[in-house]
């Protein structure tokens, strides 16, 4: 994806939709947090429901589908050779050989699992990590990349007024 706009589009038809935003990530190892900073960005502020899954999406699971949401957006690192900052949007079946980043269940899989109960439109926004080491802060593309996804799920869920 090459730009905000590009983003901004790409994600254009989950706007007015039931979304949930599962964050995934590990809050210690520098831009592997994304996930759950782009969540504690956005929480209380988006009509959508945020979920900051951790390094455990599986655990998510029963909630995600109790929600019954129309479209999942799941909002991870992941190493997909970009530059770091770059972000892409990718759907299930778009995914080949990913993981969840540096966790361990499979994209597939969690929505093979998730499709057994309910029937819901599953996106993922990677975000392109620089360092994923124990210790280490957000790089400075990368929290420039939370700055903008942040934006951009404000802007497609408004909170009512």
Same mark, same amino acid.
């Given at each position: ?53 951790? =390094? ?22 992941? #190493? ?36 057994? #109960? ?29 700055? =903008? ?13």
């Amino acid at each position: 994806m090459s730009d905000e706009r590009d983003l901004s589009e790409c994600l254009g038809s989950l706007r007015g939709s039931e979304t949930v935003i599962l964050g995934v990530g590990h809050i210690l190892k520098g831009d592997d947090g994304v996930g759950p900073l782009v969540c504690e960005n956005v929480t209380g502020s988006i009509s959508a429901r945020v979920i900051d899954a951790g =390094t455990v999406p599986e655990n998510y699971i029963r909630p995600i589908v109790h929600a019954a949401p129309e479209n999942l957006l799941v909002v991870d690192a992941v #190493d997909f050779g970009g530059v770091p900052g770059e972000m892409r949007l990718y759907r299930p079946d778009q995914v080949s050989d990913f993981a969840f980043s540096t966790h361990a269940l499979s994209l597939h899989l969690f929505v093979d699992m998730l499709r057994q #109960d309910v029937d819901v439109e599953v996106f993922l926004l990677g975000i392109q990590p620089e360092c994923v080491r124990l210790g280490e802060p957000v790089s400075p593309s990368v929290w420039k990349s939370i700055q =903008t996804v942040t934006g951009l799920l404000r802007d497609l869920f408004p909170l009512a007024v």
